[in-house]
C-alpha cells in the first residue's frame, strides 16, 4: 500500500484550522489531517494529510491558495498490506471472530465481518495488517467460532486512483469537452473545455445522467435560448453550473449541494477551469437557502439528483422558475420518466424534449 503525504505551511491560525476542515471533506477522504508548529519557521503552522490513495494535487492546491497558503508539497512512502480473509455461518460468530482478531498483536488497522449475499447466512471476516500476521494464531480463533482457515496473501500495490483515471477517456458532449487532467492536451480546438477530475463528487459527465444534461444544454444554446439567472440544484462538481458559466457570460449563475465536500468540490472545480467569482455555490437542500430564494425566478434550474428528490421537488421548482423558464432533469431511469414527467406537468410544467440514454433520461420541461 502507498501512503501520500501532503504538507503546507500558514501564519494565521484560524486559516490553517479552516484549510484542515476543507482536507478533511475530500473525496477520497484523507486518512488523517493534523496541524502542528512548525520548527524551522517559528510561528507557522504545518498543515498535514495522508492519504492512502494518490490526492487530487490540483485541488488541494487550489484550496491551499483559497486560504493563503504556499501550494502544497507531496512525498510517497510504499507500506506493505497483507490482508487474512475466511468465511464462516451466522453472524454472531462472524462478529465475535471480528472482535477477537481486532484485539489480536500486532493489531490490524482493519477488520471487516460481512454477509456475503442477503439471507445467505454465510459471512466473510476480512483482516488487514501492516506486518505479516500470526497465522496460526488466526486460525486457532477462527476454528473456535466454526471458521475455515484464513487465507492470507500480500495486497498487490494497486493506485486504483491512477487506474481509474487512465480508464476514463474524455467526453464530447456537443460543443462541451469533459476531461480530467491526465487528458488535458486532448481538448480539441473549437471546443469547450470543462476540466473535472474523477476522484471528487458526483458528476465527471461519464455518467448517462451528467451527460443527458450537457446535451440538452447544449442544443437549448444551439436554438438560440440564452438563460440570463441559472441555477444548478445539487451541483456534485457543478459541471453543470460550469457549462453554463462558459457560454453565458453575463448571467448570474447559482450552484448549490446538501453535502459540504460538493460544495468544496465545486469551489475547487471553478479555479481550476478559470472561473472563480462566476458561479455562487452555496450548501442547501434543494430550494432551502436565502441566497437562493433572493435570486429567483430563474429561467434555467438543472437537477441532476434522483427521482424522489425530483419529485419533492416539483412544487418548490414551480415557485423558483421564472414563466418560460426551462428545467433540465435527470438522475432517473428510462421507466421513471413518465411519473416524473405527470408530477412536473401538474406542478405548471410541459414538456420540451426527453433523451433516452442507456437506462437514462435526461428530460428538459417549461414553466407554463
Same mark, same amino acid.
Given at each position: 500500500?502507498?501512503l501520500f503525504t501532503v504538507e503546507t505551511t500558514i501564519t494565521d491560525e ?8 476543507? =482536507?478533511?471533506?475530500?473525496?477520497? /477522504? $484523507?486518512?488523517? %489531517?493534523? #496541524?502542528?508548529?512548525? @520548527? !524551522?519557521?517559528? *510561528?507557522?503552522?504545518?498543515? =498535514?494529510?495522508?492519504?492512502?490513495? /494518490? $490526492?487530487?494535487? %490540483?485541488? #488541494?492546491?487550489?484550496? @491551499? !491558495?483559497?486560504? *493563503? ?15 487474512? #480473509? ?283
Amino acid at each position: 500500500m502507498r501512503l501520500f503525504t501532503v504538507e503546507t505551511t500558514i501564519t494565521d491560525e484560524g486559516g490553517a484550522e479552516a484549510l484542515a476542515d476543507a =482536507m478533511d471533506r475530500l473525496q477520497p /477522504a $484523507p486518512a488523517d %489531517v493534523a #496541524l502542528y508548529d512548525d @520548527a !524551522e519557521v517559528p *510561528g507557522s503552522i504545518k498543515v =498535514m494529510g495522508q492519504f492512502t490513495s /494518490a $490526492p487530487d494535487m %490540483v485541488v #488541494l492546491d487550489v484550496l @491551499a !491558495e483559497a486560504f *493563503g497558503a504556499p501550494p502544497f508539497t507531496l512525498s510517497e512512502q510504499v507500506q506493505r498490506t497483507i490482508s487474512a #480473509l475466511t468465511t464462516l455461518p451466522g453472524e454472531a460468530a462472524a462478529r465475535a471472530l471480528a472482535d477477537l482478531v481486532e484485539a489480536m498483536e500486532p493489531a490490524p488497522y482493519g477488520v471487516g465481518a460481512f454477509e456475503i449475499e442477503d439471507g445467505s447466512g454465510l459471512w466473510e471476516v476480512g483482516a488487514y495488517f501492516l506486518t505479516d500476521p500470526d497465522t496460526a494464531a488466526l486460525n486457532a480463533l477462527g476454528a473456535a467460532q466454526g471458521a475455515r482457515p484464513f487465507v492470507v496473501s500480500e495486497v498487490p500495490d494497486i493506485d486504483w486512483v491512477a487506474k481509474v483515471r487512465r480508464e476514463l477517456s474524455p467526453v464530447d458532449a456537443g460543443r462541451f469537452f469533459v476531461f480530467g487532467s491526465h487528458d488535458a492536451d486532448k481538448v480539441p480546438a473549437g471546443r469547450i473545455p470543462l476540466q473535472i477530475e474523477a476522484t471528487v463528487a458526483f458528476g465527471t459527465g461519464h455518467h448517462n445522467t451528467t451527460l443527458g444534461c450537457l446535451l440538452a444544454f447544449d442544443r437549448m444554446f444551439g436554438a438560440g435560448v440564452r438563460p440570463a439567472n441559472v441555477a444548478d440544484i445539487g451541483a456534485g462538481t457543478a459541471v453543470l453550473a460550469m457549462a453554463a458559466a462558459k457560454v453565458l457570460p453575463g448571467a448570474k449563475i447559482l450552484a448549490s449541494d446538501i453535502d459540504p465536500v460538493a460544495v468544496d468540490v465545486a469551489r475547487a472545480n471553478l479555479g481550476v477551469n478559470g472561473l472563480e467569482g462566476r458561479v455562487a455555490c452555496v450548501e442547501a437542500a434543494g430550494f432551502d437557502h436565502p441566497t437562493i430564494r433572493k435570486a429567483a425566478p430563474f429561467d434555467l434550474v438543472f437537477a441532476n439528483i434522483l427521482k424522489g428528490p425530483l419529485l419533492q421537488l416539483a412544487p418548490d421548482m414551480a415557485r423558483h422558475v421564472a414563466t418560460g423558464g426551462r428545467v433540465i432533469l435527470s438522475g432517473l431511469l428510462v421507466i421513471q420518466a413518465e411519473s416524473v414527467v405527470d408530477v412536473y406537468v401538474t406542478s405548471g410544467f410541459r414538456l420540451d424534449s426527453r433523451d433516452d440514454l442507456g437506462d437514462w433520461s435526461a428530460l428538459v420541461l417549461r414553466r407554463v
